[in-house]
């Protein structure tokens, strides 16, 4: 079953922060993340494990929230090119969402 | 390494045509998969296999077809096109489906059925 992602999309002004959720109605037990730009593949962003263990990348972070049914990603201070379409992926099955939309403007 | 390699990059078929998009990794990666990429819908597992010999169904398996004789080679085969699957594929590999590392994605293949 595909996880959920909300917002669909977001505009963001450079240095402005983002959140993106990622919600299953199982628990997540490890999720991936990966940005894709316009007309290329995904490429991975970083990993949240089960025990809230992560790979940063940059000044993106991630977190689950207590019943590991949503994790949710952090950008901060977003630059021009955090822009792309943001998924999230249960590594357990290989699933990913639907995507989000993040357009940085200056 | 040249990591994922799909072909080809463009196709057009004529709606019963069928095809055969390729995809090869040189990572020896055990795991791979075939997503399909459309508007608003993300990635859909079409197919995958966590080891030659071995292949599975995703979320999307109607009319397509896979086979892994080999580590390196995963093709997806459109056994009679429709215009149902003008998608964007993705192949994709990665150590283990099930453990912790990062896939690794093709540049894709644009299918047009008309």
């Known amino acids: 079953q595909q996880p959920v992602q909300s917002p669909q999309a977001v505009i963001l002004r450079e240095g402005e922060d983002a959140v993106i959720n990622c919600s299953s109605s199982k628990a997540l037990y490890s999720v991936h993340w990966y940005r894709q730009k316009h007309g290329e593949a995904p490429v991975f962003l970083m990993i949240l494990l089960k025990g809230g263990e992560q790979m940063r990348h940059e000044k993106i972070s991630a977190s689950f929230n207590e019943k590991k049914q949503q994790s949710s990603l952090y950008l901060t201070a977003s630059q021009l090119s955090y822009s792309g379409t943001y998924f999230c992926g249960t590594v357990y099955d290989m699933r990913f969402g639907a995507g989000t939309r993040l357009t940085v403007k200056p | 390494n040249a990591g994922v390699t799909q072909t080809p990059k463009f196709q057009v078929l004529k709606t019963g045509q069928s095809m055969t998009l390729q995809c090869a990794q040189d990572m020896n990666h055990e795991y791979m998969s075939w997503y399909r990429q459309d508007p608003g819908m993300g990635l859909r597992l079409i197919h995958y296999s966590v080891g030659a010999g071995i292949t599975d169904q995703g979320e999307v398996p109607n009319g397509y077809n896979v086979s892994r004789s080999t580590t390196e080679d995963f093709p997806l085969r459109l056994l009679s096109a429709a215009p149902s699957q003008t998608s964007v594929y993705f192949c994709?590999?990665?150590?283990?489906?099930?453990?912790?590392?990062?896939?690794?994605f093709g540049q894709g293949t644009r299918l047009t059925v008309v």
């Open positions: 994709a590999s990665s150590y283990s489906g099930r453990s912790y590392t990062e896939a690794f």
